[in-house]
């Protein structure tokens, strides 16, 4: 399976040139050795209006979105859960403990991932 590269600011900045000079989307694809969908996608997401297209905002724009968290996690969204871990927290209990006791007090009940990566923050 072939590796997933995000354009960089350099290839952004040329494929800017290049429709600026008026090449078409499959030969700027071409000469920036990527897939005709990768460069339609990337206008489509990043450009200003239908005309113009402008590297480094695209390329902030994409830095943004990409550092960006998918789904807030379980401790910003389950209340009870996230006052249960504090509190723990504040005896002086480990993540790993507390992950272990939430799993040993919750059998039976519908599982929230309580894997001490994820009650850190580090996942």
Same mark, same amino acid.
């Given at each position: 399976? #072939?590796?997933?590269?995000?354009?960089?600011?350099?290839?952004? *900045? *040329?494929?800017?040139?290049?429709?600026?000079?008026?090449?078409?989307?499959? #030969?700027?694809?071409? #000469?920036?050795?990527?897939?005709?969908?990768?460069?339609?996608? *990337?206008?489509?997401?990043?450009?200003?209006?239908?005309?113009?297209?402008?590297?480094?905002? #695209?390329?902030?724009?994409?830095?943004?979105?990409?550092? $960006?968290?998918?789904?807030?996690?379980?401790?910003?969204?389950?209340?009870?859960?996230? $006052?249960?871990?504090?509190?723990?927290?504040?005896?002086?209990?480990?993540?790993?403990?507390?992950?272990?006791?939430?799993?040993?007090?919750?059998?039976?009940?519908?599982?929230?991932?309580?894997?001490?990566?994820?009650?850190?923050?580090?996942?």
């Amino acid at each position: 399976m #072939a590796l997933y590269r995000r354009l960089t600011l350099m290839e952004r *900045e *040329e494929l800017s040139r290049m429709l600026a000079a008026g090449y078409s989307l499959r #030969a700027t694809a071409q #000469a920036l050795r990527r897939a005709p969908s990768t460069i339609s996608r *990337e206008l489509a997401r990043h450009r200003a209006c239908p005309i113009t297209y402008r590297a480094v905002p #695209a390329h902030q724009r994409a830095h943004r979105w990409a550092h $960006r968290p998918r789904k807030p996690r379980k401790l910003a969204v389950h209340r009870r859960l996230r $006052r249960a871990v504090l509190t723990l927290l504040a005896q002086r209990w480990s993540p790993e403990q507390i992950a272990h006791g939430l799993r040993q007090e919750n059998k039976g009940v519908r599982p929230l991932k309580s894997d001490p990566r994820f009650l850190c923050g580090s996942a």
